[in-house]
């Protein structure tokens, strides 16, 4: 990583001075020389750091050795090549240029140009003009951190990033409601705290917009309205101490995490607090149809029976079925039930005062039930992809999945010999039998007779009138499935906030 390094010396003596290293129009960054702008104390720096096989832009802690990115520009964009450069032109404008200067961004957007900018031991990044006012500050654009004097108020977010190494957006977000309740959710699901959410933090009876999150340099974290009351205190308040430092970050993992950092010892960021309780509680973590449990507090995915994997490398990209549905004959398949876990109630059927025997039964007999949940004699049909899974030892849901009797499946990997015999012929056949089921309507006659001809011909070369996936139309592919449910829903408009939150102070759900 290009980053100008600071003597720790330097930290402790500056904290809580209020210099400006001042950067003045016509200076410019390079990748690799000259590569970020630091703050008087040397413990912030604005620049390019080291992303992927290029570089982005950002703000990090560069005066520690664990150097940590608080914040990211143009986050979603792919990382430059080590040729460009961060020009801060003669005319006030802030701009990512490629070697040519053909390729320009513009990283801050605010009308005019700006006199000056500077990287404030806070950690903002500001742009001034000629009477030394605030015109663009990195504080109002947040990524994943929220720092100490930041303010979070109605309407702003922050989005985990997709991993430690990989700051683009996430799958988690914090949003500080209009209606002053700190909530973490979802990406991309709607404002719809009890579906949705899975922690919350607040008082209600709030005035609308009036609620903002805080973080001291002590690392008390708290919600304060208009009125200057405290409405909840997520940590505690106490001294200062000098050279220690706090982050409060969604996490990948979509836990919100308040770290410190003591740079008189040069150790690690320690967590102070986090929440929600349990690392399982972020929606959506294990994918669809995957489930998330804990093993020794730390989180496993696992997938639904005869389910495997979409990608092993990421656990988010969920579970497919290891096998191609046929048709849906009831006795083709069986119920299996999987204890103790909890999903998203998506219904499209409720039957009440029946027992788990007869739920599976209903759900055999009923094409469009792949899934039921069975709880008190209440059974509910439902349909794939089953989301936000999780095991919850205390929660006595039976999780019912239709799985198919052996004779049903189709390894979708069968051995090299037996793929090679569903030769060229019988996909010419079926193409040919494809293109007369339209036909089929009108001349029924020369449907059955070309339909004995199929079956004489797949029963002939292996004797088996299952079809591999090389030639049979996958009835129940997970992206079919996705497509069929719309997947994630898209989110609603603002001003949908929940105000649905039950109780008092600091909830979590
Ligand atoms: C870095 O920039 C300063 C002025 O901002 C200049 O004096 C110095 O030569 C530059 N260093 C390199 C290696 O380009
Ligand atoms: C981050 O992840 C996104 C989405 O998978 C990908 O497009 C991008 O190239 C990744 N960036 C880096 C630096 O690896
Ligand atoms: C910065 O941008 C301006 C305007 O596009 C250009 O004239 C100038 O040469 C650029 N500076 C550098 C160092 O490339
Ligand atoms: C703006 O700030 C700089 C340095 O912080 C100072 O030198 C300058 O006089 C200030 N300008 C105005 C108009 O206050
Ligand atoms: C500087 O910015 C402030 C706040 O945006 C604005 O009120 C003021 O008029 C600006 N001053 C100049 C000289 O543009
Ligand atoms: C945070 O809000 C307070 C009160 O509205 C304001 O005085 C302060 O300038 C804000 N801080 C930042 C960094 O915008
Ligand atoms: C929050 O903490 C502050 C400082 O410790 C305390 O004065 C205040 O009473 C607390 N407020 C609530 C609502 O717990
Ligand atoms: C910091 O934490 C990492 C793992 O989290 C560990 O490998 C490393 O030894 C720690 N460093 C120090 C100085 O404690
Ligand atoms: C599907 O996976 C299950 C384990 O989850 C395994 O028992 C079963 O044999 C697999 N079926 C096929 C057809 O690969
Ligand atoms: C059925 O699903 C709806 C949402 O689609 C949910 O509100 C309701 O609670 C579910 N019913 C039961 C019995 O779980």
Known sequence: MQILFFPFLLLSAVFTQQ????????????????????????????????????????????????????????????????????????????????????????????????SSASMLDTGNFVLLNS??????????????????????SHGQVLYSSLSDTNKSTGLFRLLMQEDGWLSLYPAGTPYAPLEYGYWGAGLSGQKKNDVVLQLEDDGHLYLLNGAHAIIANMTSAGNPIKGVVYRLTIDPD??????????????????????????????????????????????????????????????????????????????????????????????????????????????????NCEAALFKDGVCTKQRLPLRFGRRDQSDTTVTLIKV????????????????????????????????FALVVLVISGIAVYRNRVWSYKVIANHGNTVLGEDVAPKSFTYAQLEKVTGGFKEELGRGAFGTVYKGAICVGF
């Open 254 to 367: 979509g836990m919100l995490r308040l770290y410190s950092y003591d740079t008189n010892q040069n150790g690690n960021w320690t967590v102070t607090w986090s929440a929600p309780d349990n690392k399982c509680y972020p929606k959506g973590l294990c994918g669809f149809n995957g489930y998330c449990a804990l093993n020794d507090l730390e989180v496993i995915c696992k997938c639904l029976p005869e389910f495997e994997s979409v990608n092993v490398e990421d656990r988010s990209s969920g579970c497919q079925r290891n096998f191609t549905a046929e048709s849906c004959e009831s006795d083709r398949y069986t119920m299996e039930p999987v204890l103790n876990t909890v999903w998203e109630n998506d219904n499209y059927s409720i039957i009440i005062s029946t027992t788990q025997d007869n739920c599976g039964e209903a759900c055999l007999q009923d094409c």
């Open 19 to 114: 210099v400006q290293s001042v950067v003045k129009p016509g200076s410019f960054l390079t990748p690799t020389t000259n590569s970020s702008w630091p703050s008087p104390s040397g413990l912030y720096a604005f620049g390019f750091y080291k992303q992927g096989s290029g570089y982005a832009v950002g703000i990090f802690l560069a005066g520690i050795s664990q150097k940590t990115v608080v914040w990211t520009a143009d986050r979603d964009k792919p990382p430059v090549p080590a040729d460009f450069k961060l020009n801060f032109t003669r005319d006030g404008k802030l701009v990512l240029q490629s070697a040519q200067g053909v390729d320009q961004t513009r990283l801050a957007s605010f009308p005019g140009g700006a």
């Open 404 to 435: 198919g009797t052996s004779t049903t499946i189709v390894d979708r990997n069968l051995p090299k010999e037996t793929k090679k015999e569903l030769r060229l012929d019988i996909l010419i056949v079926s193409v040919s039998l494809l293109a």
């Open 131 to 152: 009477t030394n006012q605030t015109v663009w500050q990195s504080f109002d654009y947040p990524t994943d951190t929220f720092l100490p004097t930041q303010n979070l």
